[in-house]
């Protein structure tokens, strides 16, 4: 089974950028849609953006769209997360996770990672 591992959080100033990293063992990774997530604790877990297994489609929330970039590099079982314009909406913890379609439901998603923590101060 496939293992997802984030990283790339951090504290940032509004208007910065990040790049967060999603990082897979296991089985074959070039094979899953990816998908990035986010939660906060008065929240419930927002779909952020997804990327199919070769790279062709994509999909960003509307709350994201033209600030950030989802991309894969499959030779480096990776999956980014570009993060620009950043705004202190963008506070979340963020997850990357596996799934077999194209799609934001969670039950798609059967590898979720532990999650990387984005602060975004005003």
């Known amino acids: 089974q496939v293992r997802l591992v984030e990283s790339g959080g951090g504290l940032v100033q509004a208007g910065s950028s990040l790049r967060l990293s999603c990082v897979a063992s296991?089985?074959?990774?070039?094979?899953?849609?990816i998908g990035w997530f986010r939660q906060t604790p008065v929240k419930e877990r927002e779909p952020v953006a997804r990327i199919d297994w070769n790279g062709e489609r994509t999909y960003y929330a509307d709350s994201v769209r033209g600030r950030f970039t989802i991309s894969r590099d499959n030779a480096k079982n990776t999956v980014y997360l570009q993060m620009d314009s950043l705004q202190s909406e963008d506070t979340a913890v963020y997850y990357c996770?596996?799934?077999?379609?194209?799609?934001?439901?969670?039950?798609?998603?059967?590898?979720w990672g532990q999650g990387t923590q984005v602060t975004v101060s005003s």
């Open positions: 296991g089985e074959s990774f070039s094979s899953y849609v």
């Open positions: 996770a596996a799934g077999g379609g194209f799609t934001a439901q969670y039950s798609n998603y059967r590898v």
